[in-house]
């Protein structure tokens, strides 16, 4: 009994581990580390139409569109939100686990800041 208690232990812990994944591990070829140090770490994004990342977690960030471009968020319970953005537009979101995907005709590049010292809710 003790056994499949661990078993079932470790398989939940290796779930909630797959959904907070960091974006630079599960999408590497899209998500750059441009800069890290212990209060933030700044990300470069880059793709193209038609592209889906897979799921991952950031923390509380602030993204800089470099240029225009159209996603979906696709979030693990099942919402799905648009976004749009223009060349310079600056948007913060409270952290967030989701699916992004390109639905537009343009390339998406952004300047990502992800948070690391605690944000009040």
Do not use: W
């Amino acid at each position: 009994m003790l056994n499949k208690l661990c078993v079932l232990t470790t398989l939940s812990l290796v779930s909630i581990s797959a959904f907070a994944q960091s974006p630079v591990e599960t999408d590497g070829d899209k998500y750059k580390v441009i800069l890290e140090n212990a209060q933030v770490r700044v990300l470069e994004y880059k793709d193209m139409p038609n592209v889906k990342t897979h799921q991952h977690s950031h923390p509380a960030f602030v993204l800089y569109a470099l240029t225009p471009f159209k996603r979906k968020i696709h979030l693990p319970d099942g919402k799905v939100l648009m976004r749009e953005f223009k060349a310079g537009d600056v948007m913060y979101s409270p952290a967030q686990t989701h699916i992004g995907e390109n639905v537009g005709n343009t390339p998406t590049h952004v300047i990502m800041v992800e948070l690391k010292t605690p944000v009040p809710q």
